[in-house]
């Protein structure tokens, strides 16, 4: 059986850049090797809990149309959408959101 862990969307303040990924440990750990290697502000979109590797590979897929390279993608209104559907749906899951505005965070 598969362990439970984190699936989380972040962006590239100022970039049309997405990545999507899954960690089992801290977010706050997983966000810093990320900001290590972008000279970038990472900004996060989404952190689920209670999910899997298979559900992200299942994300992965769905918005493969939009993939670049490895775990990122194009910052598009598929995922866009799909974060904010989650939002107003699984408000249970959801750890952290950030409410996306095209061109910019929002909040609230």
């Not at 699936?7 to 440990?25: E, R, S």
């Not at 996060?44 to 390279?69: C, G, I, S, Y």
């Not at 799909?82 to 959101?97: A, I």
């Amino acid at each position: 059986m598969e362990h439970e862990g984190l699936i989380y969307v972040v962006g590239v303040d100022g970039w049309p850049y997405t990545k999507i990924g899954f960690t089992k440990g801290a977010f706050a750990a997983r966000l810093a090797v990320i900001q290590t290697g972008c000279p970038l502000r990472i900004v996060p979109w989404l952190v689920w809990k209670a999910r899997t590797k298979r559900d992200e590979m299942a994300l992965h897929k769905a918005f493969a149309p939009w993939h670049l390279q490895g775990e990122w993608y194009h910052d598009c209104e598929p995922i866009r959408l799909f974060c904010q559907s989650l939002m107003r749906h699984d408000l249970e899951s959801v750890v952290t959101f950030t409410k996306i505005v095209w061109g910019k965070e929002v909040s609230e």
